[in-house]
């Protein structure tokens, strides 16, 4: 695929991973729209790169219609989908206030693993309309899960399951849409340096790259977004997931 002048879509495009998705694939010549539940920030973002921001919600049919349909308005099909919109959460099964609430274990897999299958399954009907390029190729959707698929710790049951859920679904997905040329991939991060983590004292922060063997420090948000590049552009990657985490693997707890 190649990346310059083709129509991308970056869900979560507001921040942290998703963020420095949509700044590469700009700089590399993409037509970036960015879905986020943050318009301020996406507009931002967006108005900084050259792109669209479109304000919605990974796990609502008609958001995600309306985003692709603003997205193919502005700059054509998109062609290039990633999925880095998702949550952290965090709590035990058995915690000191009893059970983990089953909707915070319900909300969790809605917008992480139902919110990147809604995604995909719309951007693939879109790029299956699409006029084939090399190889017959038509697109292909880059979804993020993360380490905890394969190595969960304790109180990431509800997270641990979610992204397990991407990766499950990537090789049969990719499987299936190959006959209309339509890829489809995975990256399962490690420990990265995003939002979620600019909060913690240095400290912590060293204490969390320790663990890691190399480089040992925390993964910088363009090594993804590189990721994400070479996956786009080599068409013989699919239905591939990918660790990226410096041969980490999460203690139990």
Same mark, same amino acid.
């Given at each position: ?49 050259? =792109? ?35 949550? =952290? ?8 206030? =009893? ?155």
């Amino acid at each position: 695929m190649e990346i310059n002048g083709t129509s991308a879509l970056v869900t979560g495009g507001a921040s942290g991973l998703g963020e420095a998705t949509a700044r590469m694939l700009a700089a590399q010549g993409a037509k970036v729209a960015i879905l986020d539940r943050t318009p301020d920030r996406a507009q931002t973002v967006a108005a900084e790169i050259g =792109g669209i921001a479109l304000s919605g919600d990974v796990t609502s049919e008609s958001d995600v219609t309306a985003a692709i349909a603003a997205a193919t308005a502005a700059h054509g099909t998109p062609r290039i989908v990633v999925n880095c919109a998702g949550i =952290g959460t965090a709590g035990r099964v058995l915690g000191r206030d =009893g059970p983990l609430p089953l909707d915070a274990f319900q909300r969790t897999i809605s917008v992480n693993l139902v919110g990147t299958f809604n995604v995909l399954r719309l951007a693939a009907a879109a790029m299956a309309e699409a006029e084939p390029l090399a190889d017959g190729e038509r697109g292909v959707v880059i979804n993020t899960a993360s380490v905890a698929a394969f190595d969960g710790q304790i109180g990431q049951a509800a997270y641990a399951a979610s992204k397990g859920g991407i990766v499950a679904m990537s090789l049969p997905v990719a499987r299936e849409l190959a006959r209309v040329g339509v890829r489809v991939n995975v990256i399962a991060p490690g420990i990265f340096l995003t939002p979620l983590l600019y909060g913690l004292p240095e400290e912590a922060q060293k204490a969390l790259a320790a663990d890691i063997p190399f480089p040992a420090r925390l993964g910088d948000p363009a090594e993804f977004a590189e990721t994400v590049c070479f996956m786009a552009r080599n068409r013989y990657v699919n239905g591939e997931c990918l660790r990226l985490d410096g041969a980490t693997r999460l203690k139990a707890r």
